[in-house]
């Protein structure tokens, strides 16, 4: 079985879902952005809710959002993993890499991290945040190398960061003042060109279908397979 969720921000409550007491070593929860529980490699809590996400039967898997201490995801090296690069944290913990294509029980799923912070102007740079939270130009050009691969031809897309059309749509229907940025524009080109069958974000904090293959989640956990 494969679950979908949103950003978890390093609260351990989010995963202590009943939906995932009946998963075991064959199934995955993938977390769209802001995973969080890799922040503060000292704090003693950060430790014991590594220890505890490490004890889980099944594999956990996440996009990286905004919200990361990039200097300790970047520490580790990048590991072929299901078809894609990835950073291995523990033997069921992976971070999938901006512009990789991974293969999951047969279904192919792009994944593009990354995000900007609109607090950045409250955080400090290398303490609670870092200018990599966008993705460079190469990893950009690696999605779509990717997805030419593939025909772009893919099952599923899981990004941190809607595509432009997400956020026009909420601010229609909410009147919230959503900013567009170049990424929600890359993604936006994206989508226009690409095949696929859903799409999943976690950035705006809400559990919304946008459409029929567009969905924002955050505290839902969604079973795909």
Not at 136 to 145: P, R
Not at 176 to 179: E, T
Not at 191 to 199: A, L
């Given at each position: 079985m494969i679950f979908i969720t949103g950003d978890t921000h390093g609260d351990i409550s989010c995963l202590k879902n009943a939906k995932l007491n009946k998963l075991g070593e064959k199934d995955y929860l993938i977390v769209c952005g802001d995973f969080g529980f890799l922040w503060n490699a000292q704090d003693e809590k950060e430790k014991k809710n590594m220890e505890w996400l490490k004890k889980r039967k099944y594999t956990i898997c996440f996009v990286d959002g905004a919200h990361e201490n990039f200097d300790i995801l970047n520490s580790y090296q990048p590991y072929r993993w299901k078809g894609g690069n990835a950073h291995k944290i523990a033997?069921?913990?992976y971070h999938l890499m901006r512009g990789e294509i991974f293969t999951l029980e047969g279904k192919t799923f792009f994944v593009m991290g990354g995000g900007e912070s609109d607090d950045a102007y409250m955080r400090k740079e290398g303490e609670s945040w870092w200018e990599s939270e966008l993705p460079?130009?190469?990893?950009?050009?690696?999605?779509?190398?990717n997805l030419e691969s593939t025909?772009?031809?893919?099952?599923?897309?899981?990004?941190?960061e809607p595509p432009t059309i997400a956020k026009d749509i909420l601010r229609q229907r909410t009147n919230?003042?959503?900013?567009i940025t170049p990424l929600n524009t890359?993604?936006?080109?994206l989508?226009?060109?690409?095949?696929?069958?859903?799409?999943y974000f976690g950035s705006l904090h809400i559990d919304?279908?946008?459409?029929?293959?567009m969905t924002a989640v955050f505290n839902e956990i969604i079973q795909i397979s």
């Open positions: 033997d069921n913990i460079s130009a190469e990893e950009l050009k690696n999605g779509v190398y025909q772009r031809n893919i099952n599923y897309i899981l990004t941190y919230q003042d959503l900013s890359y993604l936006q080109e989508m226009k060109n690409i095949d696929y069958m859903h799409w919304l279908n946008i459409s029929k293959k």
